[in-house]
């Protein structure tokens, strides 16, 4: 209990280090809430970080925000961070619906862009945005689409355990109590671009895509639940829904906007195929075999609290007469990898602390990128564009029909 009181205390209010003089230099297009937590305190304990500017629509919340979190400059206008040739970087936490067009003027503009998660309306527009002729060129800005949760060590120890070839089923959930979610919520705006499978939903479906390593070919169902009151009709406050993949898994995404007021960690939980397990000690008349279920329990936050759990049952049995089993046991183990030192495997040399949010691991990367260091992981654009189909899909599935898509070109 005490080390977890001490990391999240201290991933809310890290160190704050020395900035080297030549650090990238932030503007943050718009006062959200998730402003702080995606970049202002994770910036604090990056030495090539400074946050520099926020502009807003409602100027008295830019100025509130900056005077909280010591932002020297106040904009007037998103564009006016964009046409400023002292800002290197800037964040996009806007709503979804404006995500396509903001990205694409941070991006003609020269402009690094950290884009908060879906990084657009649908997949046609994710498709014009990642293929930006801008972003072929010789020194072209860096587009990043914030999958915090992607970036965290426990997720990479997590799929070290599975053989994507293998999965047959994988079960995802994730939840927020409805006590911190109202039907005025922008979440539940369809002009916004709302939806849970815009919002928590898309976190479920990039951790489907990295399990299976690979993109659906089907989704098979999506159930959803909307308020029906005739204004919020095509906005889903919670889903489920069901998808196939290339090697046949059957792979589940489940979210609520409006959970119980018991809170649940999300929870991903693969269960892998028979396969052969080579084992000397046996007759050659015998094989054995192993199945195995790998459960990450907190795949959101995984710096507050996660486990993963691995399962493994293994048989003995006859090659010949119907495989009748000799013997039969299970094996089980729990795990956590708050730094990638604990994760292990190639990526053991990466710095960290086991306070790190996601959001400081991701940012990590992106800095990286910028500075042409080598990322040991990325999203690259052509994910976020099967990430959107992905989620396309889903929604022509459920029947409530895809995002809009903006007029900006």
């Not at 629509?57 to 961070?81: L, M, N, T, V």
């Not at 729990?334 to 040399?349: D, I, L, R």
Request: net charge neutral.
């Amino acid at each position: 209990m005490a080390s977890l009181i001490g990391r999240v205390f201290t991933a809310f209010g890290p160190p704050t280090v020395e900035k080297k003089s030549d650090a990238l230099r932030f503007g943050i297009l718009g006062a959200a809430k998730i402003g702080p937590l995606a970049l202002v305190t994770p910036a604090k304990s990056h030495p090539d970080v400074i946050i520099q500017a926020i502009a807003a629509r409602d100027h008295a919340r830019a100025e509130e925000f900056a005077k909280k979190h010591g932002i020297p400059d106040i904009r007037g206008s998103y564009q006016e961070i964009l046409d400023d040739p002292n800002i290197d970087a800037v964040l996009i936490p806007l709503p979804n619906s404006l995500h396509f067009e903001w990205a694409v003027r941070a991006v003609r503009a020269g402009k690094h862009v950290l884009l908060e998660k879906p990084s657009t309306s649908n997949a046609i527009e994710a498709n014009i945005l990642f293929n930006l002729p801008e972003l072929s060129q010789p020194n072209a800005p860096v587009l990043l689409e914030a999958f915090h949760h992607r970036f965290h060590p426990s997720v990479h120890k997590f799929l070290s355990f599975i053989n994507p070839a293998d999965v047959v089923h994988v079960h995802t959930d994730s939840m927020v109590p409805w006590l911190l979610t109202a039907k005025e919520n922008i979440e539940f705006n369809y002009s916004l671009s709302g939806g849970s499978m815009m919002n928590l939903g898309t976190y479920n479906f990039g951790l489907l895509r990295m399990i299976f390593k690979d993109d659906p070919v089907e989704c098979v169902s999506c159930e959803t639940n909307v308020f029906g009151d005739g204004r919020h009709d095509k906005c889903d406050y919670d889903f489920k829904a069901q998808f196939r993949f290339p090697n046949g898994g059957i792979a589940e995404a489940t979210t609520s906007l409006r959970g119980s007021i018991f809170w649940k960690p999300s929870e991903a939980r693969v269960t892998t195929r028979e396969v052969v397990v080579p084992d000397d000690s046996l007759p050659g008349t015998q094989e054995k075999v192993r199945s195995r279920q790998v459960t990450l329990h907190g795949f959101m936050h995984a710096f507050i609290w996660h486990q993963i759990d691995v399962q493994d049952t293994f048989v003995v049995r006859e090659k010949k007469k119907d495989g009748l089993p000799v013997k039969r046991w299970v094996e089980s183990t729990s795990q956590k990898a708050y730094t990638y030192k604990e994760a292990g495997g190639q990526f053991v040399h990466l710095p960290g602390e086991d306070w790190w949010m996601s959001y400081r691991y991701q940012l990590e990367e992106f800095v990286n990128r910028v500075r042409g260091r080598p990322t040991q992981y990325w999203v690259e654009g052509q994910d976020s564009c099967n990430q959107m189909k992905m989620i396309d899909l889903a929604y022509e599935k459920s029947g409530l029909g895809l995002r809009s898509t903006s007029e900006f070109r």
